[in-house]
């Protein structure tokens, strides 16, 4: 192990945790075995895609972390990884979770455990209403006066949702809801797959003084679908764009959610200043608008994350607890929906909202800073080039993109494998003059062509942009798992996504999520303080 490179015991991270400074704890292992059992303050960072998501989830170089494992050996690789790349304050927890669970303390299944957790811990808490999928579907057989909103991401709603229901991401409630919802007298209901977004969803209209009833479906489209009742595939209802009475409306709502739970509200000279003060205490910033208005317009370099899909999955976006979180808008509601949540999370959260039709001078999708890539000296050839060889047999393609890209496409005859287990696919590649690796834009391929150079005598390229200029140049795909070196344990499938056993594995989920209030009641590591 690097000298750089330090070991911590339990004793003492378990210290750490609570000694009031930032802290990331990194968790190295692919999300399968991540979700199998991990710390519950961890943050999944697979060892395979280090560099191109630590940055945005640890940006300060001189913050403490602490990386672990289960014994597999991979967090002292990503530790002496992560110290080369220039980050000065890095450890491993000796021994890892087997340590830490064998020191008597508690060990978590499962992905975004404190998010999920905290929702748990606000129904009981709060006190958050809902009702069952039966009465739900009473109600919707009787015409009554109710909506049915979704507050998952589009394209979640869009795979599978319940009859009627209309998609509002979980920050875009309060800001639609006065166009949306214009009778006092309709009872709302509010819905995710689960019970998180359902929760957090239903008990931000209660907290922003919605005058209607308002409840949340108690085990989301999952319940819905154990009841036996339709589910459906493709739904599009989405609002209309927000009025000026509605806007008013949701501000006004905003305003008082702000006051009430002590959000704090800052301009762009504290920005600035906390940015100049972000060597020594971590900032993170995100956008937390709607995708489609980032893509039209946002400040440079600000990653979006909409406020809904922060709140569920808060430790994929900030491994660094204690550290500062800002949260924007343009229109002044959703940072502070967004950032009522992050604050009893345990986040020092503000709000900030930016006119962005002045500031948002950069277009499209956020792209990640990808730590080293200048200093990769790896030869590449075009699509076109790929395919020529291809035809002459003198090639073997390997693609390390995320399983479930690779299944739904990848040029035929490549391979899959893991750019952290490359050598499960040595011995199956036939014999070849080289290896052409892949990703989806080549970012990553040009990564694992580095490391199969330092572990081959085979010579290795990388796909300039990767299987996105493959389909880009008009060659052929396949589809499915063709050729797999290895276990695809990159991604936790959801129950709805399983082969077999769809229904038990939905009804242990929930079972899952409906444990966490009480063990979170148990555990002195969680950081949460839900305002009533």
Request: hydrophobic share 45%.
């Amino acid at each position: 192990m690097s000298g750089t490179v330090k070991l911590i015991d339990t004793a003492a991270l378990k210290a750490a945790l609570h000694d009031g400074g930032e802290i990331a704890l990194l968790d190295a292992r692919e999300e399968v075995p991540f979700d199998a059992r991990h710390l519950l303050m961890a943050a999944c960072v697979p060892v395979s895609r280090l560099e191109l998501v630590v940055n945005a989830c640890v940006p300060r170089q001189s913050a403490r972390v602490v990386w672990c494992d289960d014994g597999e050996g991979l967090a002292g690789c990503a530790a002496s990884r992560m110290a080369a790349l220039g980050y000065t304050d890095v450890s491993v927890l000796e021994g890892g979770v087997k340590a830490w669970e064998a020191a008597g303390y508690p060990v978590y299944s499962g992905v975004h455990v404190p998010s999920k957790a905290f929702a748990e811990v606000v129904e009981h808490e709060a006190g958050t209403p809902w009702i069952t999928a039966e009465e739900l579907k009473r109600l919707i057989d009787s015409r009554a006066d109710i909506a049915l909103f979704d507050s998952r991401s589009f394209e979640e709603y869009h795979e599978n949702s319940i009859p009627t229901a209309v998609s509002v991401p979980g920050a875009e409630l309060v800001y639609r809801f006065a166009d949306l919802v214009p009778s006092r007298s309709t009872t709302v209901i509010v819905n995710c797959g689960g019970r998180t977004r359902s929760i957090i969803g239903a008990q931000s209209l209660i907290n922003a003084g919605v005058p209607n009833r308002v409840v949340s479906l108690r085990n989301g489209t999952q319940d819905w679908h154990l009841a036996g009742f339709p589910v459906l595939k493709g739904s599009t209802a989405r609002p209309p764009a927000v009025s000026a009475a509605g806007h008013a409306a949701a501000r006004a709502r905003a305003e008082r959610v702000a006051e009430r739970f002590g959000i704090a509200r800052i301009d762009a000279a504290t920005r600035a200043r906390w940015r100049t003060e972000s060597a020594r205490r971590t900032l993170y910033v995100f956008d937390v608008r709607a995708p489609e208005e980032y893509v039209a317009g946002h400040i440079p370099g600000m990653k979006n994350v909409a406020g809904g899909q922060l709140v569920q999955e808060t430790d994929r976006h900030a491994a660094t607890w204690g550290a500062r979180v800002v949260l924007v808008d343009d229109d002044g509601v959703r940072a502070v929906m967004t950032a009522h949540w992050m604050k009893q999370m345990g986040w020092a959260a503000a709000a900030m909202t930016v006119d962005m039709r002045a500031a948002g001078t950069e277009r499209g999708a956020w792209v990640p800073r990808a730590l080293g890539y200048g200093a990769l000296a790896v030869a590449s050839l075009d699509a076109a080039a790929l395919a020529k060889r291809i035809d002459a047999g003198a090639v073997s393609v390997v693609d390390v993109d995320w399983s479930r890209a690779y299944r739904d496409a990848h040029s035929p005859g490549a391979w899959f494998a893991l750019r952290s287990r490359l050598n499960e696919v040595r011995g199956k590649l036939p014999a070849a003059e080289t290896v052409v690796f892949t990703s989806a834009d080549g970012v990553l391929a040009r990564y694992a062509a580095a490391d199969w150079r330092d572990m081959s005598s085979i010579p290795a390229l990388a796909l300039e942009g990767g299987t996105a200029a493959w389909r880009a140049a008009g060659f052929p795909l396949e589809t499915g798992a063709t050729r797999m070196a290895g276990s695809p344990d990159d991604i936790r499938l959801r129950a709805r996504e399983q082969t077999a056993g769809v229904e038990e594995a939905m009804r242990a989920y929930l079972a899952w999520e409906l444990d966490l209030a009480a063990r979170m009641a148990a555990d002195g590591d969680q950081r949460f303080r839900v305002q009533r």
